[in-house]
């Protein structure tokens, strides 16, 4: 079974400033997907950012980027530049082929600060 | 173009009555997932079909937890008889499952209070 850990509960980052939030899971899939999700206080889950475990390169969506790294079955999450309307809980997703399940992990719950 | 759309957005019940969440996912979607979410237990994933089938319901709690997709465009996750325990907010969401690099979208979710 895939699993998905979150190590961090909570973290706090002043604005403008750059946070990294940790992602770890466990398989024995080659090929498979990773994400991050943000869920505002209004509760809706909207996709981050993916990464699709064949491709070396890691994904990047403007101030979004992660740090894949296969054999360490690590999938961090960097933000640059953090905003106000970043603060949410974010979460680390595994999906072991196109058709099938997505497996969470329990989430990091990010503060920005003025 | 609309997203995933549930309902109720909000349900208050008693203990013991029978609940029905209902979703309709985005057009064109052949995979559809029923989630629920917990403070104590976190994104759990109750059930999810393809192309109207269930394909895994390892997930749903017990027998009390029923999940239906008579067509494309409708599902509902039914809960009979309800208790507290079942408190929690239910998402839905819905994929293009092989045609897509496998991204889930959600609806907004439907937060249910069983007393």
């Known amino acids: 079974a895939q699993t998905v850990t979150q190590s961090q509960p909570e973290m706090s980052v002043q604005e403008a400033e750059t946070v990294t939030l940790s992602c770890t899971y466990d398989?024995?899939?080659?090929?498979?997907?990773l994400f991050w999700y943000k869920q505002p206080p209004s509760r809706q889950m909207i996709l981050v950012i993916r990464?699709?475990?064949?491709?070396?390169q890691n994904a990047t969506e403007n101030r979004f980027s992660v740090n894949f790294q296969k054999a360490a079955k690590s999938f961090s999450l960097k933000i640059s530049d953090s905003q106000l309307g970043d603060t949410a809980m974010y979460f680390c997703?595994?999906?072991?082929?196109?058709?099938?399940?997505?497996?969470f992990g329990a989430g990091t719950r990010l503060t920005v600060k003025p | 173009d609309a997203g995933v759309i549930q309902s109720p957005r909000h349900e208050v019940t008693e203990m013991g009555q029978e609940v029905t969440l209902r979703c309709k996912p985005i057009?064109?979607?052949?995979?559809l997932f029923w989630y629920r979410q917990t403070m104590m237990r976190g994104l759990e994933l109750l059930i999810y079909?393809?192309?109207?089938?269930?394909?895994?319901d390892s997930g749903m709690p017990e027998d009390r937890f029923s999940a239906k997709m008579p067509n494309a465009s409708f599902s509902t996750l039914k809960i009979q008889p309800s208790e507290p325990r079942d408190s929690a907010v239910y998402f839905c969401?819905?994929?293009?499952?092989?045609?897509?690099?496998?991204?889930?979208?959600f609806g907004e979710g439907s937060r249910l209070t069983v007393l």
């Open positions: 990464q699709e475990a064949y491709k070396q």
């Open positions: 997703a595994f999906m072991k082929s196109r058709n099938n399940d997505m497996r």
């Open positions: 079909f393809n192309n109207n089938v269930p394909i895994d």
């Open positions: 398989t024995s899939e080659s090929n498979y997907y």
């Open positions: 969401a819905s994929s293009q499952g092989s045609m897509n690099t496998g991204e889930l979208f």
């Open positions: 057009s064109g979607h052949n995979s």
